[in-house]
């Protein structure tokens, strides 16, 4: 799709606040703030341990509603739609990648990968062909058949994020992905990164390593919830 006026901006976050508790018990994490990330995209969210970080994540990829604000996704505003038109939106136009790599231990790699295209009514033989495709992409085209039990914490790290991006996704986002891995294996899964972002990829990445977040295109730096860089 060529670049235009109307579509530069990919997602976009206006006046978000993010309250949790009652009364004298509110805990105010995300104090107001505005956002916005261009089609394209490489977004680093880093701060200190306990400044909004993930919290943000979860507004800005509909895993949580915030107290107050809008967000839009691609000119979509999503605030008010449905829970399963949340859902749905979840599941053809975002990605997620997580630390824990939330991978099904019973199903190898290639059926991780399958299972949310089939989710989305994907004919199986092109889920199929989706998922050996994108697992060769990062690089496990020989693991394809392994279980999470056979594979390093790299290479299931690599299958969640081929997961995350079979279905071609708007946007990825990636909380924290790096957190469980070795320093050796944490490059080779930024420089995925790096190379899925030269493709055009929109991704905003959560971590608290200031030289993962400098390989991002941009950095935003969050201090006791609210935008100070």
């Keep these: 799709m060529p670049f235009s006026a109307a579509n530069m901006t990919m997602i976009e976050a206006k006046k978000i606040i993010k309250n949790y508790g009652h009364g004298n018990n509110v805990l105010h994490v995300l104090r107001g703030f505005n956002l916005q990330v261009d089609r394209g995209e490489f977004v680093a ?20 509603q915030p107290t107050s604000g809008q967000i839009f996704i691609d000119g979509q505003e999503t605030t008010n739609l449905s829970s ?13 990648i997580f630390q824990d790599y939330a991978l099904v231990p019973e199903l190898t790699a290639c059926d991780n990968v399958l299972v949310p295209l089939l989710m989305q009514g994907w004919p199986r033989s092109m889920a199929i062909t989706a998922a050996q ?17 056979q594979l390093s914490g790299g290479e299931q790290q690599r299958v969640a994020i081929a997961r995350a ?4 996704p708007k946007i990825l986002f990636a909380d924290e992905p790096t957190a469980n891995l070795d320093s ?46």
Excluded: C, W
């Design 45 to 64: 969210i880093t701060g200190r341990s306990g400044s909004g970080k993930s919290t943000l994540l979860y507004q800005l990829g509909l895993l949580d």
């Design 84 to 96: 399963q038109q949340h859902t749905r939106l979840r599941l053809t136009d975002l990605g997620y």
């Design 133 to 149: 495709e994108t697992l060769t992409r990062v690089g496990l085209a020989k693991r394809i058949d392994h279980l999470p039990s």
């Design 184 to 229: 050796d294996t944490a490059e080779r899964v930024l420089d995925i990164f790096s190379h899925l972002n030269s493709d055009g990829q929109t991704i905003i990445m959560v971590t608290h390593e200031p030289e993962y977040a400098a390989r991002a295109g941009r950095v935003i730096t969050l201090s006791d919830g609210m935008i100070i860089e």
């Design 165 to 168: 991006l079979s279905h071609r």
